[in-house]
Every structure is written in C-alpha cells, then in structure tokens.
C-alpha cells in the first residue's frame, strides 16, 4: 500500500477483556515500530522489529503487552487483561531500514478501555 | 534518561505572523533530532531532520536549528498559515537504538 494503514481505528473494550491491534507497514520496509500515544502526550516507544525479530522490546509496559511480526510485514500488538490506564492510540510506524530515518506513521488505533 | 520538553505547550497566532517553537532535551549525546508534524485523527508526518552534526535545515517556509552543546532546538515558521494549524512535535535518536524519545508537542493554531 501506499502507507502504513493501522486496523481498527477505533476500538472500545471492556477492562479484563483481551485485543488486538494490527499494523501493515508499506511493502518492503523492513523496520516496524510501535509507539503509544496517551492524551496530551508525546508518543512513548514501545517496541521495534526488524523483519521477523523483535530487536528491542524496552518499552513493553508490563507483561500484558506482547507483539509478534511472524512474516516480516504485517504486525499486531496484543493486550491481554486490558486496563482502564491502557487506553491510547497506539501508532505505528515503519522504514525502510534500520537506522533510515525516513519514518512513516499510520494514523493509529484509538484504544479505549471501560 | 533521556527528556524532551517543549515550550510553549500552546501557540495561538494571527495569519501572517513569524514564530518559533521551543524544544529541550536533557541529555546532549543524540544521533538526530526530528521535527514532526500531527493533525488530529491522524499520524505524525516528519517535518526536517537534523543530524548531529548539522546547525539547521530547511524546508520551504520552515527551518529548524539545533544547538546539540546547550541541548536545544527550534523550529521557526515564517509567514504562518491557517494550514500550519496542528500539533509540532519534538523527538530525538540517541543512537544506538531505534526509539525516538518525544516531548510533549505545542499545539499551533493560526488565525485567519
């Protein structure tokens, strides 16, 4: 695709209930990047993949956060157990490479937990 | 640890009118610092890069400078626009990693 499309945009869940945020990054930018967003926030670095591995996972809050990238494209982030303070849009992003600063953002999924 | 801090959290301007926003940084070892552009629903469009090893660059209407020894930058906008109107964020590379430490953003609004 033309740029990076982020699914749902919007998401409304119950707190305890289980999601999952998905992220197609543009064809053949092999780094990924997930950022989370909370109101009046700068983004906060979750996680980065380059390809298939996560490279760095520093910014995983707690162990309710898990992302995988099986194939080296498309990538979801996982939430297990949500919580009222989860609630953000979660952005991500990709590049060409690692170390390319050429960055392009989704638009992000709009997390809200009740 | 790293942190960015931008000033002022809100601008509110007349069209025409020249500006400055203001961004810190506490830790002055970076790779690159990026200035982004975020309009509401949407995701963050990068504005200008520049390199450590750079005082300024500049696109269009836009220059942006850095100081890396006092750890700050600016992003001068020349002749606003009501276009301009969105969020300007701040975000630095430390190097050594991929994560990109953002401030908090000043919300630009410009008057016609």
């Known amino acids: 695709g033309a740029g990076v499309s982020q699914t749902p945009s919007n998401k409304v869940t119950e707190k305890g209930k289980y999601v999952e945020l998905r992220c197609d990054p543009i064809?053949?930018?092999?780094?990924l990047y997930w950022y989370r967003q909370s109101l009046g926030q700068g983004p906060e670095f979750l996680i980065y993949f380059q390809g298939t591995g996560a490279a760095d996972d520093s910014g995983l809050p707690n162990d309710r956060f898990f992302a995988v990238r099986p194939e080296g494209s498309v990538s979801t982030l996982k939430i297990q157990r949500t919580e009222r303070g989860d609630s953000a849009v979660y952005l991500c992003?990709?590049?060409?490479?690692?170390?390319?600063?050429?960055?392009?953002f989704g638009s992000g999924t709009r997390l809200t937990v009740v | 640890k790293q942190e960015v801090t931008q000033i002022p959290a809100a601008l509110s301007v007349p069209e025409g009118e020249n500006l400055v926003l203001n961004c810190s940084f506490t830790?002055?070892?970076?790779?690159?610092l990026q200035w982004f552009r975020q309009d509401p629903g949407k995701g963050l469009t990068s504005l200008l890069l520049?390199?450590?090893?750079?005082r300024e660059q500049t696109s269009g209407r836009l220059n942006a400078s850095l100081d890396k020894s006092s750890g700050r930058s600016t992003l001068y906008i020349a002749a606003s626009q009501p276009g301009d109107s969105a969020t300007y964020l701040c975000a630095v590379d430390q190097g050594g990693s991929e994560k990109l430490v953002f401030g908090k953003g000043t919300k630009l609004t410009v008057n016609p």
């Open positions: 992003a990709s590049s060409l490479t690692a170390g390319n600063v050429g960055y392009t």
């Open positions: 830790d002055s070892a970076i790779y690159n």
């Open positions: 520049i390199q450590s090893s750079q």
């Open positions: 064809s053949g930018h092999t780094a």
